[in-house]
């Protein structure tokens, strides 16, 4: 497959090249623009050479991680005897994300590629796409194109006949935002609920069916075909050392342009929000954007000349996660989005961790009581007390997840509390006593 270098266009499309076309969906469609040729030649390659590419180009997990992807295959064994498995996460449960169904609705081939390759390198006889439930419309392309795949003996028993098998299975999900996270995944795969489990052991060692398991996003596989076609260096010609490649950016909010858009890694995060999605409607001012999706801390309106990549955005306070921002106008009302988001990741709580289960609740029970003017103020230093205690004492990081958002619009946003407390009846009585 012939891919593009950075001469020959200023913003690189990758991934979200054949999207919006939708012969592309069919088999007879990509393996028109050269699809699976890449698997064919994969196929016949020693499993490290191929986790050696990868790893050379700097790959890192997609899904919010930022792990180098080929170190992350390196940890499975070799020549254990053990049946070996990769999972797909297709979850997309991240609010303000919404990348990955776009591969799985247009380039279902090139998904399935890319599992194929990956489940080469880490010696997987079987691959399960783990698929968000809600997906129903996105996932029809999907089961057939695996489909078809069977038909024509790229999937299953002697792959495009270089002797190796490998099976893949669509797996639906039943929508719980804990399932994203990969052992919480694993579990609900297992037929048991979407519980993460504490580490070790950790998938490579025993995951799925306590097998050997890599666990990967549907971003990172995809990218996976073009790397091992074009080569290493070939894909660090994008982004910088540590950020190499692409990234496709779910841009939603207060945007005059909002939607999916690729771009190579370091762009300035004001550029996108900016001169690509036309800033806030009606020339509005911008508050805060929430720059990797809502379980990433906040950036103010004026914080966000910094270079999109994981370096530069821990640099500027958050990180870029799925690269999901949510640009918020001079309008929005913090503590209301704020308490929004706790009651989401309050709800989604498996319940298994006291500092999660009581601590997102209690979050929220505060939030309400200052969104509606009856807050005290001392809830705000109740709120610091509670990111501390919710912060890096659980089995997974869901906790975290509205600790991230929640700390940094108290840094930055403290007025707008304390706003709606001198308005409280209650706050203005005591004062007055």
């Known amino acids: 497959m012939s891919y593009p270098t950075k001469h020959a266009l200023e913003t ?45 180009s700097g790959l890192r997990g997609r899904g919010g991680a930022g792990f180098p992807t080929g170190l992350k295959w390196s940890f499975m064994p070799k020549d254990d005897g053990k049946p070996h498995y990769l999972c797909c996460n297709a979850d997309e449960s991240e609010p303000g994300a919404f990348k990955d169904r776009e591969i799985i609705r247009w380039t279902p081939h090139l998904l399935i590629e890319g599992c194929l390759i990956a489940a080469r390198a880490i010696r997987a006889g079987h691959v399960y796409i783990y698929v968000r439930g809600e997906f129903f419309q996105e996932t029809v392309p999907l089961t057939d194109a695996v489909t078809e795949a069977y038909e024509a003996g790229i999937i299953g028993k002697n792959v495009m006949g270089t002797g190796w098998d490998c099976d893949l299975t669509v797996h639906f999900g039943a ?22 489990w504490a580490k070790p052991p950790f998938p490579a060692q025993a995951g799925a069916f306590g097998m050997p398991t890599t666990v990967n996003n549907v971003e990172t596989l995809a990218t996976v075909p073009m790397i091992v076609d074009g080569g290493a260096q070939w894909y660090r010609q994008w982004g910088t050392e540590k950020s190499p490649g692409t990234k496709l950016w779910s841009c939603s909010g207060h945007l005059v342009n909002p939607g999916n858009y690729e771009f190579e890694l370091g762009v300035p995060l004001s550029k996108i929000i900016f001169d690509v999605c036309g800033g806030a409607p009606g020339g509005k001012k911008i508050k805060a954007v929430i720059p990797g999706g809502s ?34 106008d001079e309008d929005t009302d913090i503590v209301a989005a704020m308490r929004r988001i706790a009651q989401f990741y309050a709800h989604e709580s498996c319940g298994q961790c006291v500092q999660c289960r009581e601590g997102t609740s209690w979050v929220v029970q505060i939030l309400q009581r200052i969104e509606a003017g009856d807050g005290k103020p001392e809830d705000i230093g109740t709120l610091y007390d509670l990111c501390e205690q919710m ?43």
């Open 175 to 196: 929508g719980a935002y804990i399932a994203g996270e990969e052992t919480g995944l694993m579990n609900s795969l297992m037929g048991n609920r979407a519980e993460p």
């Open 295 to 328: 379980s990433t801390a906040l950036l103010a309106g004026d914080e966000l000349d910094c270079d999109t990549t994981y370096e530069g955005l821990q640099e500027a306070g958050s990180s870029l996660g799925t690269a999901s921002p949510i640009v918020m």
């Open 391 to 433: 912060t890096g004492r659980t089995i997974c990081v869901l906790a975290d997840s509205v600790v991230f958002p929640l700390k940094s619009s108290l840094d930055k946003f403290r007025h707008e509390y304390e706003a709606k407390m001198t308005r409280s009846p209650m706050v203005a009585a005591g004062a007055a006593g």
């Open 12 to 56: 690189p499309t990758l991934l979200s090249r054949h999207q919006g076309d939708p012969a592309v969906k069919t088999l007879e469609g990509w393996r028109g623009v050269g699809g699976y040729e890449t698997l064919r030649h994969a196929a016949g390659m020693a499993p490290d050479d191929i986790t050696g590419i990868v790893r050379d």
